[in-house]
Every structure is written in structure tokens, then in C-alpha cells.
């Protein structure tokens, strides 16, 4: 079935996957051929084949065949691949001037931008935006910000949590391999709390379901045990986690959390970085338990596949390191701002708050029936276009990663692209841009479908599962990205 976007200028490429020839074609080989003698064995891919064009929800290869994108570049191009309105500002902005850097000539786009962010963020008060260039960036500056405004120095994070790859945001990420593992020492002062995990907190010691409240009473206590709220700078928290394996916590868990750090004078930073700008249905995923955290941190989706981040939050927070102690050469790029206000344009043109609500219905009912007939499938969750499924032993709760893994790669076969996450490497994700069609997204699901019946039940996975479950390929496929 072809569907074309009605896209409004750029051109608009055949809505269809489409093979024509095996995966990985041979183009694609080539250059994989010249990446194994040329790019750092350190960085890895999640497919086997290599970009030509992409757009609406489908990604063309080097040999022309078109994929059905569930992964949007893990959560980037939310308004899809060259969004038109995208493509029009950044074309206007860099034949007008490509840098002049805003720490040492301003441009209009970068207040723009950060006039837009102070609307859009949760809560009334004024607030204030600086802008960064990577998500791991402005987790950083989000720290150094409220160390700057309490005086303290410690940092709580959670369980499972992803929050980058320079060296304070992997003291703050959870997992081991691939992310830290022979990268030490990393930053102190930073403490890990437990998260809540509805699918594997199970009960509490008197056998009592950990709810939302329960579970956030047992991360105070270790936050008030082990580090002291006298000497707590900040808690940062994925409203749902990303890398981490698309956890949303149980409700109350959030408001409960919110409650306490303005009862300790402790700035509470909301890691929106993969859940922000529409992805979960909601403008950010905060919004959906009514949580106004002091600071949001934002990028992925915010541009449209163009570098830009941000840290939003409370004026009097913002304000508070001196004058020069935030800012980056590239921070704030005039192209990336100019893509950011075009990116936002299409989120208001598209209706694609609309849309995520429309996909996590779909999604959703796909995954809950395909569960309901394959144990496999654990658990099914998430939000808007943020919608995953966690693959078990049938019968237990016991990962399995390398039936995760096996699903992607074959699904990449048959022309969809789908991602994994999870500490355990055993979730499926799917973040598919928001302009997707829907019968491709149907289609999709199908060919999903069709995976989990030609995998053989408890084996069918194929390929070396690696200590963190990653299946390596040729090439160094390896789906923990982030
Ligand atoms: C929640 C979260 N925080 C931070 C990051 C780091 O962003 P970046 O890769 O742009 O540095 C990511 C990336 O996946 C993320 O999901």
C-alpha cells in the first residue's frame, strides 16, 4: 500500500517499504567495508544498512530499498525526517549567516527559542533558557545550575537511568556496558535512588503492592539515609525512562518525589530529553501526572534532527551561576534555533499532540494483542509514540535479550526498523515520527507479527548475545545506543 505525505514543499518520498534487494543491500556493504577501515570500532549501529533519504516514516537506503521507521533516530524526528517547515527555516538561516556564536554576537532565534521553551515548560513562574548542543550537555548544565542556586554538591538519580555519555552524565547513568564500562573514575557526589518499576517491584516486605507512594517513601528513605537533604543539590528523574527501558513509574511516584524536593529546598530536574516535545502525547511528559519539576532538560525531538538542547526552568535557578558559566561555541546554533522554530511550527501544524495519542491507541492495541497471545511478552507500556514491550521466559520474569535482539535484526530483514533498550536489553521500543501514516504503522505491527510466529518460542535468536545482551553483528551492530 502507497500513501504519500501530503507534504507542503520538500519533496515528498513514497510512504511504502519497500525491498529490493537482501539487507544489507550492496551498496551498503561497501560502505560498511569502508567504515570497519576508517570509523572507531567504539561506535556502534543499530541496522546493517546505510541512509539515503528519509522522510514522513520511512528511511531509503543506499540501495533504494525503504524501511518503515519505528526509532526516528531514538526519539529525534519527532515531525518527521526534512520536515518541510524544518527545511525551509534552516535553509533561510544559513544562507543568511551559519554562526556568529551567541556568546559573542546574539541573534533573534536563540530568544525566540528560549521565549518559546518558557511558555511551553510546565508551571506559571518565570523562567529563563540556555541553550546547549547535546542532550548529556544540558543534563550537565542542569547540575551545574543547581549547584550554583543551593550551594550543595550531591546529585540523586535513579535506577536504570540514561542520562549521557560525557563524564558527570555517565556517573548518572545506570548501566555498565557499553556506556562506563572502562571509562572511570567518574564524577562524585552523585547517589542512585530506586526507582519505581510497576512490572518488577512486586510487593513490599509485608506483601503490600509497591503502588506510586510506596515506591517513592522508599526512594526518600535511601535519599535521606545515604545522602541528606542538607546536601542535596539536585534530583533528576526521566519522567519515563528512556534508555532505561521505557519504565513508566506508577502514579503518585512523580508528584510524591515533587513534593518532597520543595520541602527540602532540593531543585528537582526533569530529564525530558527523549520524552519531550509531543512524543508522549503531552508537550512534556511531566505534564501527565500534573509534576512542575524546577528545571526541564530538552533535546532529541526540539529540532527536528539538528543539534540543539536545552535547560528551561525557575528565573531565580537560572540565574544563579555567574555571568560566562553556561554557554559552548556551538550552543544555541543560529541553523539548530531556526530548526527548532520549524520544528515546533510543525508539531502546531500537525496537530501532533493529536497524533501521539492516535499512535499509543494503535501501538498499544497491536502490542496487548500480540501479548495476549505470545507469553513472550511480559509487559507492554508507555505513552503517546513512546510505546514498548518487555520480552520475557514465558512464565517468568526472567530477560531475554537475545529474543529482543533477534526480533530487531529480523524485522530489519523484512524492512522495519525497530530498537531495543532496557538495563536487561530485553525491551522492544517504538518511537515512530509522529507524522507516520497510519496504515504504514499498521503494516508495521504486521510484519512484527509475522517475526514473533517464525521465531521459535525460548529459542530463535541467533547471533552472540554479548555480557550486557547486545547482539553484535557484522559491522558491530549493537543496539544499546541511547
Ligand atoms: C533521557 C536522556 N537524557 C540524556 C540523553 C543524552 O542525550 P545526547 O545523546 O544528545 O547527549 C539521552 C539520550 O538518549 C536521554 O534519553
Not at 176 to 197: D, H, I
Not at 302 to 307: E, K, N, S, V
Not at 333 to 362: H, M, T
Amino acid at each position: 500500500m502507497t500513501q504519500t505525505l501530503p507534504a507542503t514543499g520538500g519533496p515528498a518520498l513514497p510512504q511504502e517499504r519497500r525491498l529490493v534487494t537482501e539487507v544489507p543491500g550492496p551498496r551498503s556493504r561497501e560502505l560498511a567495508a569502508r567504515r570497519a577501515a576508517a570509523v572507531s570500532a567504539a561506535v556502534g549501529s543499530s541496522t546493517p544498512f546505510y541512509a539515503a533519504a528519509a522522510g514522513g516514516g520511512v528511511l531509503v537506503d543506499v540501495d533504494g530499498n525503504s524501511f518503515i521507521d519505528l526509532g526516528s533516530g531514538i526519539a529525534v524526528t519527532t515531525v518527521g525526517n526534512a520536515a518541510p517547515q524544518v527545511v525551509e527555516a534552516v535553509t533561510e538561516q544559513v544562507a543568511r549567516f551559519t554562526h556568529t556564536c551567541f556568546m559573542i554576537t546574539p541573534y533573534e532565534a536563540y530568544v525566540q527559542v528560549a521565549e518559546t521553551l518558557n511558555e511551553l515548560t510546565p508551571g506559571e513562574h518565570a523562567k529563563r533558557t540556555a541553550l546547549f548542543t547535546s542532550g548529556a550537555e544540558a543534563v550537565e548544565n542542569a547540575v551545574k545550575i543547581a549547584r550554583a542556586h543551593t550551594g550543595r554538591q550531591a546529585v540523586v538519580v535513579f535506577d536504570h537511568a540514561y542520562h549521557g555519555r560525557t563524564n558527570l552524565t555517565m556517573a548518572m547513568t545506570a548501566k555498565s556496558a557499553p556506556y562506563k564500562s572502562g571509562f572511570g573514575p567518574f564524577a562524585p557526589e552523585v547517589y542512585r535512588a530506586p526507582l519505581s518499576y510497576p512490572f518488577r517491584d512486586g510487593a513490599d516486605a509485608d506483601g503490600r503492592p509497591v503502588d506510586g507512594p510506596a515506591a517513592a517513601r522508599r526512594a526518600i528513605e535511601v535519599i535521606e539515609k545515604q545522602v541528606g537533604a542538607v546536601n542535596l543539590a539536585a534530583v533528576v528523574i526521566e519522567p519515563i525512562q528512556g534508555e532505561g527501558g521505557f519504565i513508566v513509574p506508577a502514579p503518585g511516584f512523580l508528584p510524591a518525589l515533587a513534593e518532597w524536593t520543595r520541602a527540602n529546598g532540593v531543585v528537582l530536574v526533569a530529564d525530558e530529553v527523549q520524552t519531550g516535545f509531543a512524543r508522549t502525547g503531552a508537550m512534556f511528559a511531566c505534564e501527565h501526572e500534573g509534576v512542575v519539576p524546577d528545571l526541564v532538560t530538552t533535546a532529541k525531538g526540539i529540532a527536528g534532527g539538528l543539534p540543539l538542547s536545552a535547560v528551561t526552568g525557575r528565573a531565580e535557578i537560572m540565574d544563579a551561576p555567574v555571568t560566562g558559566g553556561l554557554g559552548g561555541t556551538y550552543g544555541g546554533s543560529a541553523a539548530a534555533c531556526a530548526a527548532a522554530i520549524g520544528a515546533l511550527r510543525a508539531v502546531r501544524e500537525g496537530d501532533l499532540l493529536q497524533r501521539a495519542r492516535r499512535i499509543e491507541e494503535v501501538v498499544g492495541g497491536r502490542l496487548r494483542r500480540l501479548a495476549a497471545r505470545d507469553a513472550r511478552v511480559g509487559d507492554v507500556r508507555g505513552r503517546g509514540a513512546m510505546m514498548a514491550a518487555e520480552l520475557v521466559r514465558p512464565g517468568t520474569r526472567e530477560p531475554d535479550a537475545a529474543l529482543a535482539a533477534a526480533v530487531a535484526r529480523e524485522a530489519a530483514q523484512r524492512g522495519v526498523v525497530v530498537l531495543t533498550c532496557g538495563t536487561y536489553g530485553n525491551v522492544l521500543r517504538f518511537l515512530p515520527p509522529l507524522v507516520i501514516g497510519e496504515e504504514l504503522l499498521e503494516e508495521a505491527f504486521d510484519v512484527l507479527d509475522e517475526v514473533f510466529a517464525a521465531l521459535p518460542a525460548r529459542a530463535g535468536t541467533g547471533g552472540t548475545a554479548g555480557a550486557d545482551g547486545a547482539v553484535r553483528a557484522a559491522g558491530g551492530d549493537d543496539q544499546d545506543v541511547d
